[in-house]
């Protein structure tokens, strides 16, 4: 298995635009998670999935964030409209429920 | 709710001296724990885990971490630094009486020089 896959790998954006990140998780992992990674704030779960549902979304810092997960296989993580505090590298995670394996994370620069 | 605090935020040590990064974590029930490891513009990736068992666990590139229910810790640790293990670290703790949400620490810079 080529692992979590996601995409794209970077993303400068201009502030208000959308943007869409996209993951592909482990196949026959039943969960999916999204992480934000910043300098101050260390790494924070946004939201995750299990079954294709989401279970916990305490963690969306704002409603200009939005995640679905139309089937196993995809997850996108929407920001819309992107602000520059929204710059962050974004890590999606999936697991078949213990520990998670990462995917290579989205760094975005919004400008 | 769970938490991890991982107190030092860098740790320095020579290469071939013995490694420490320490981890303590606080949930309600019985933990699942994990370490991970994060290179320079990487992801995160998989060391080891505690889920029952042995209260020393090992993991990858030979580090190996000890579970001790009455301190709450699960200190990750290598005999043998090596130059290539500077990077980032992250201790986790799940609790296995709830859904599969891991809570990660702040994360300990380990730097090894020659």
């Known amino acids: 298995d080529a692992g979590v896959i996601q995409s794209p790998r970077h993303e400068v954006t201009e502030m208000g635009q959308e943007v869409t990140l996209r993951c592909k998780p482990i196949?026959?992992?039943?969960?999916l998670f999204w992480y934000r990674q910043t300098m101050m704030r260390g790494l924070e779960l946004l939201i995750y999935?299990?079954?294709?549902?989401?279970?916990?979304d305490s963690g969306m810092p704002e409603d200009r964030f939005s995640a679905k997960m139309p089937n196993a296989s995809f997850s996108t993580l929407k920001i819309q409209p992107s602000e520059p505090r929204d710059s962050a590298v974004y890590f999606c995670?999936?697991?078949?429920?213990?520990?998670?394996?990462f995917g290579q994370g989205t760094r975005l620069t919004v400008v | 709710a769970q938490s991890v605090a991982q107190p030092e935020d860098q740790v320095n040590v020579a290469e071939g001296n013995p490694l420490t990064v320490k981890c303590t974590y606080s949930?309600?029930?019985?933990?699942?724990l994990f370490w991970y490891v994060q290179y320079p513009n990487r992801g995160l990736q998989f060391l080891l885990k505690?889920?029952?068992?042995?209260?020393l666990v090992k993991g990858s590139y030979g580090f190996e971490a000890e579970f001790n229910k009455s301190q709450t810790s699960f200190h990750l640790k290598k005999p043998s630094a090596l130059v290539s293990d500077s990077a980032l670290y992250f201790c986790?703790?799940?609790?296995?009486?709830?859904?599969?949400?891991?809570?990660f620490g702040t994360g300990t810079r380990l730097q090894v020089t020659l």
């Open positions: 999935f299990n079954n294709n549902v989401p279970i916990d």
């Open positions: 995670a999936s697991s078949l429920g213990i520990g998670a394996f």
């Open positions: 949930v309600s029930g019985n933990p699942y």
């Open positions: 505690y889920i029952t068992g042995d209260n």
């Open positions: 986790a703790v799940r609790d296995t009486g709830t859904a599969s949400k891991l809570t």
């Open positions: 196949s026959g992992h039943d969960y």
